[in-house]
Each structure stands twice: as structure tokens, then as C-alpha cells.
Nanobody, 122 residues
Framework: QVQLVESGGGLVQAGGSLRLSCAASGSIFSINDMGWYRQAPGAQREVVAT???????YYPDSMKGRFTISRDNAKKAVYLQMNNLKPEDTAAYYC????????????????WGQGIQVTVST
């Protein structure tokens, strides 16, 4: 069993900051890519940031300079620091982990967190 637990969401005023955390646990052998995605009501899920096992990061242009993704391999965790938040950042945020499970070391699988709400008020 592999589980992802997210924390750190909430309500913040425009211009404020939040830090999201996602901790993986369970039958994990190794973690490869990790990332954050978000989805607003009525909208498609979009990528927020990704980070490879080698530390390479990716951000869409709208997130560059405001969001920072990081990981702690010892803690099996991924973080998202969000600064200068805007109302359009309001969405449910999901962490994603691609890893090898101890139940099948030959296959990489994607796992998702439960989703955590971020609401930015004007």
C-alpha cells in the first residue's frame, strides 16, 4: 500500500503565501518523479510544478518566480512554496508521486494525494 498525505492548504489573502507538503508512506522501494497539480471547479487539471529524482524542476510560465517545488528524499516528501498568491490560484491541489512499489519492483506507478484546498481571497 502506498499513501500520499497532503497538508498546508487553507485560506489566504491575495499576495500571501502558503507552503504545501506531501508525504509518501507505505510499500515504497524508490521514488522517481514528484509533482503538484491543481484543478479548479469546471476546469481541467493542470500541472503546477514537477521535480525529477535528479532535482530537475519544471514550472509553467504563470508559476515561475512565485512557486518553488522541492523534495526531501529521506522523508519521502515533496513541498510547494507558493508566494504572491492570486485569486486565480484558487483550486484543489494534488501531489503526484511516481515510484516503484515493493509489490512490483519492475513497474513504475503513479499515485495521487487526496487533494487539498487553496483559496485566495481578494
Amino acid at each position: 500500500q502506498v499513501q500520499l498525505v497532503e497538508s498546508g492548504g487553507g485560506l489566504v489573502q491575495a499576495g500571501g503565501s502558503l507552503r504545501l507538503s506531501c508525504a509518501a508512506s507505505g510499500s515504497i522501494f524508490s521514488i522517481n518523479d514528484m509533482g503538484w497539480y491543481r484543478q479548479a471547479p469546471g476546469a481541467q487539471r493542470e500541472v503546477v510544478a514537477t521535480i525529477s529524482d535528479g532535482g530537475n524542476t519544471y514550472y509553467p510560465d504563470s508559476m515561475k518566480g512565485r512557486f518553488t517545488i522541492s523534495r526531501d528524499n529521506a522523508k519521502k516528501a515533496v513541498y510547494l512554496q507558493m508566494n504572491n498568491l492570486k485569486p486565480e490560484d484558487t483550486a484543489a491541489y494534488y501531489c503526484n508521486v511516481i515510484c516503484y512499489s515493493l509489490s512490483d519492483l519492475r513497474t513504475q506507478r503513479a499515485y495521487w494525494g487526496q487533494g487539498i484546498q487553496v483559496t485566495v481571497s481578494t
